[in-house]
C-alpha cells in the first residue's frame, strides 16, 4: 500500500481515509488503488430497502419494494445482474451460509424464496405471522423477526425451509423486559447470536438473544439508551455494534450513537452525529463507520477516535434527499446509499479491506479452526439422522451433527490464531473424547 506524505494540517488517525478534515483537503488515490473517497461513481434509479451479500461472489442483493424485486448488483463492476420479481413488499434478507438460497421477509405471512444460482423466484413459505426480518442461522434455520409480541407469538419464529415447519420461539431474559415492537436484528458471524432493536417505541431498546438452541431465544438488554430505534449495526468481525434512535443514545452529546464490544457490551465513545441519527454502518474491518442523520450527506468517523473524518455529500443540493439505508461491500470499497428520493447512490470509500470468508467449521468466529470449535461439535453432537441442536455444526448440511461433521471440522483445523495446520494434542484429546461420546451414544 501506497501512503502519500501527509499534509501538516491532518492527524494520521483520520489521514488513513484519504481525507483531511482539519483542512478540508481531498487527498486523491491515497492507497494507490486509482480511487479518490467520496466520488459518486454510480447511480441507481432504484431505492432498496435492505442489503444482504452473497457469501463469497461479488454479488449484492437488494431489496426493492417499489418494483416487488430483488436486484442482484456485482460489486466489481457495478452492474445490475438482474432484477427479480419476489412478490409484495420484499423488507429484510438473508442469505444462506452456502450462498444457494436467499430468503425475504415481506411484511406478509410469508418468507419469500430466490434461487441464487439461477436467480429464480421459487414458492414462498407461509409462516402465520408476518415477516419483518429474517437471518440464516444454517442452511435450513431461519431466525424470523414477526415484529410484535402477542399471547401466540413471542416476536420472533424459526423456519426450516425443507420442511416448512415453523417452530415457536420462547423468549426470556437475563435482566429486564425486552420490548418486542417492529424493528430489525443483526446476526454475529458465529450465527449463534442475534442482536435485536425495536422500533417505533419510547425509549428504544436493543438486546443480545443466544438462539444457539432451537426454539429458545436468551435476551438481555443492552440498550445504551434513547427514543425511536432507527438502525442496528453490527460489524463484519462481530466485535463492534451500534444502535442508532433519532434521540439520540446521549451517552456524550445530546445526539450521538454510542458504539458498544460485543464482548462485555461496554461502550467504547460515540459518533457525534447531530440530530437526528438514522443509519449506522461499520466498514468490513471495523475500522471506520458510515451514519446519516437528518442532513443530505453520510458522515464518516473513526471507530479508533471517534471523530468525524470525512462528510460524503448528496449531489444537487436542491434534492430535499436523504440518506435511509447504508451498505459496504466486503470489500469496503464502495458504499451504497439508497435515499428517501427513490435513487441509489455508490460511492468510492477510498479503501480495499482484505477479504477472508469464514470456515464453517470456525463456530465461534474468532478466525481459526482450534479446541474452542471441537468443543462445540462435541456439544452440539447429535448422531446420524437425529436434527442437530446448534445448525452451525451441520457442516455437510444433512440435518445431523455425526461422525462426517467431525471429519470436515478435524480436515478444517488449523490452530489458535490459524497459524497450525496439524491437530494440537490437546485438540487430538478432544477428538478422542468426542470419538469415545459418539460410539457410547450409538450404544445407548
Not at 45 to 68: D, G, I, M, Q, R
Not at 79 to 97: C, E, K, R, Y
Not at 342 to 360: A, I, N
Not at 388 to 402: F, P
Amino acid at each position: 500500500m501506497v501512503k502519500p506524505t501527509i499534509p501538516s494540517a491532518c492527524a494520521t488517525a483520520v489521514f488513513v481515509l484519504g481525507l483531511c478534515p482539519d483542512a478540508g483537503a481531498l487527498v486523491t488515490d491515497p492507497y494507490g488503488n486509482g480511487q479518490t473517497p467520496g466520488v459518486i461513481v454510480k447511480e441507481f434509479a432504484f431505492a432498496p430497502a435492505k442489503f444482504a451479500e452473497h457469501p463469497t461472489l461479488p454479488l449484492l442483493y437488494a431489496s426493492v419494494p417499489a418494483t416487488n424485486s430483488i436486484a442482484v448488483i456485482h460489486t466489481d463492476t457495478l452492474s445490475l445482474v438482474d432484477n427479480v420479481f419476489i412478490g409484495n413488499n420484499p423488507l429484510g434478507l438473508a442469505v444462506t451460509p452456502d450462498g444457494s438460497r436467499l430468503y425475504v421477509s415481506t411484511g406478509s405471512d410469508f418468507i419469500g424464496v430466490m434461487d441464487t444460482a439461477t436467480n429464480t423466484k421459487l414458492d414462498p413459505i407461509l409462516i402465520g405471522s408476518q415477516s419483518r426480518d429474517v437471518e440464516a442461522l444454517g442452511n435450513d434455520r431461519l431466525f424470523i423477526l414477526t415484529g410484535q409480541a402477542s399471547p401466540n407469538n413471542n416476536g420472533f419464529v424459526e423456519l426450516q425451509p425443507s420442511t416448512g415447519t415453523v417452530m415457536p420461539v420462547t423468549t426470556s431474559s437475563t435482566n429486564s423486559h425486552i420490548s418486542v415492537y417492529s424493528g430489525e436484528m443483526q446476526m454475529h458471524p458465529n450465527r449463534q447470536t442475534v442482536y435485536y432493536g425495536n422500533f417505533g417505541l419510547s425509549g428504544a431498546t436493543l438486546a443480545t438473544f443466544d438462539v444457539s438452541t432451537p426454539g429458545q431465544a436468551v435476551g438481555t438488554n443492552i440498550s445504551p439508551g434513547g427514543g425511536n430505534g432507527q438502525d442496528v449495526g453490527l460489524s463484519r468481525n462481530g466485535e463492534l455494534l451500534a444502535f442508532a434512535v433519532g434521540g439520540g443514545n446521549d451517552y456524550a452529546y445530546p445526539y450521538d450513537i454510542a458504539v458498544m464490544r460485543t464482548s462485555d457490551h461496554a461502550v467504547l465513545g460515540s459518533f457525534n452525529t447531530g440530530a437526528y441519527p438514522e443509519e449506522v454502518e461499520f466498514a468490513p474491518d471495523g475500522g471506520f463507520a458510515y451514519t446519516s442523520n437528518s442532513s443530505k450527506s453520510v458522515k464518516v468517523w473513526s471507530t479508533e477516535t471517534f471523530l468525524e473524518v470525512a462528510t460524503f455529500d448528496i449531489d444537487g443540493d436542491e434534492r430535499n434527499e436523504e440518506p435511509k439505508e447504508l451498505f459496504v461491500e466486503k470489500h469496503g470499497r464502495y458504499l451504497f446509499n439508497s435515499t428517501n428520493n427513490g435513487r441509489m447512490l455508490v460511492y468510492t470509500t477510498g479503501r480495499t479491506v482484505p477479504f477472508t470468508p469464514l470456515d464453517p467449521a470456525d463456530m465461534d468466529a474468532d478466525g481459526d479452526v482450534d479446541d474452542g470449535d471441537f468443543a462445540l461439535f462435541f456439544a452440539a453432537f447429535s448422531g446420524p439422522g437425529v436434527p442437530t441442536g446448534n445448525a452451525a455444526a451441520d457442516l455437510d448440511g444433512d440435518g445431523d451433527t455425526d461422525d462426517a461433521d467431525f471429519g470436515l471440522a478435524f480436515a478444517a483445523f488449523t490452530g489458535p490464531g490459524g497459524t497450525a495446520n496439524v491437530p494440537e494434542p490437546a485438540s487430538l484429546a478432544l477428538l478422542a473424547l468426542g470419538g469415545l461420546l459418539v460410539s457410547r451414544r450409538r450404544r445407548a
